[in-house]
């Protein structure tokens, strides 16, 4: 038994967390979860009481929150060289980048939800995974912006691309990176990395889903 336990739902935000852990080159344990009802057993509910994954064990407690979860394991594990440590010359562009990642992710979680979840075409909006799809287009078109060199901050690599690489790796479902080349070769560069993990199992069955028509 190591000290930390990720709590795990193959293709979610824990995906995150994994990617990170591996960067870190730390021990850990995974536990993996079921999609299901189960997160939100009492079991579960103790390690986060809305029933949500990522979850993580550290220190003997548990933390939750994908944002805070990296934010402690960079600062617990500070010599891996992925944080930007308060008065860094990079820090507030590291959290912006960090928490921004759940913007990206939320996107990618309703349309996930209309695709995937209601599987009453009935109960779709249409409308609604038109707009958060064009949402997704957004917040690539700001990744496109902010590259300016191979990695977000231009320091090099960091927990910043982990966390918004990986949201977009869920979000490009539902909104094709397409020409944006500054992107397309920044997520070329991450999942090269041989800490990227390999996606084994979840809840997706397909690469691409379009908007259905209204
Ligand atoms: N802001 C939270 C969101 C966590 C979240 O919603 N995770 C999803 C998986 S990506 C989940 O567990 N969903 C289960 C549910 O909503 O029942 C975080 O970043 O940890």
């Given amino acids: 038994m190591t000290g930390i336990v990720l709590h795990h739902v193959p293709q979610s935000r824990s995906q995150r967390v994994l990617w990170l852990l591996r960067e870190l080159g730390v021990m850990f344990e995974v536990r993996e979860w079921p999609f299901d009802k189960t997160l939100r057993g009492e079991e579960f509910l103790a390690l986060n009481p809305v029933g949500r994954v990522p979850a993580l064990e550290i220190d003997g407690r548990p933390v939750w929150e994908t944002g805070a979860?990296?934010?402690?394991?960079?600062?617990?594990?500070?010599?891996?060289?992925?944080d930007r440590a308060p008065g860094h010359a990079e820090w507030i562009d590291w959290l912006i980048q960090i928490h921004f990642a759940e913007t990206i992710s939320q996107h990618a979680a309703v349309l996930t939800q209309g695709h995937l979840m209601l599987r009453d075409p009935s109960t779709r909006s249409p409308v609604v995974m038109?707009?958060?799809?064009?949402?997704?287009?957004?917040?690539?078109?700001?990744?496109?912006?902010?590259?300016?060199?191979?990695?977000?901050?231009?320091?090099g690599f960091s927990a910043a691309d982990v966390a918004v690489a990986q949201a977009?790796?869920?979000?490009?479902?539902?909104?094709?990176?397409?020409?944006?080349?500054?992107?397309a070769a920044w997520m070329d560069r991450c999942e090269a990395r041989e800490a990227f993990p390999a996606e084994d199992g979840g809840l997706y069955d397909r690469d691409f889903y379009e908007v259905p028509d209204a």
């Avoid at 979860?69 to 992925?82: K, M, N, S, T």
């Avoid at 038109?130 to 320091?155: H, N, P, Q, S, Y």
């Avoid at 869920?170 to 500054?182: K, N, P, T």
């Fill in 69 to 82: 979860i990296l934010q402690v394991l960079c600062e617990r594990f500070p010599d891996a060289g992925l």
């Fill in 130 to 155: 038109k707009l958060e799809a064009a949402r997704v287009g957004k917040c690539f078109d700001a990744i496109e912006a902010r590259l300016d060199g191979d990695w977000l901050l231009r320091g």
């Fill in 168 to 183: 977009a790796v869920m979000a490009r479902r539902f909104h094709r990176v397409g020409d944006r080349a500054r992107m």
